[in-house]
């Protein structure tokens, strides 16, 4: 039995693994749809950078401004 087709979880049935790359596509879609909205959040002001700071540790730039 091969452990990268699939896995058990403890309370179901098999899951199976997807493509690495279609999993990464999806993975890299998230994370642009996340920052979207994240932006939008705080421009309309339902979110503080505080908060933002709080709960999501952002990448930095090179010159040093976060990279939101």
Known sequence: MSTQS???TKSGPAIGLGDPATER????AANYAFAVALRQALRSGKE???GV?????PKRRKN????L
Do not use: Q
């Open 6 to 8: 699939a896995y058990h």
């Open 25 to 28: 596509d999806k993975l890299i």
């Open 48 to 50: 503080t950078p505080t």
């Open 53 to 57: 700071l709080a709960t999501v540790r």
């Open 64 to 67: 040093g401004t976060l990279a």
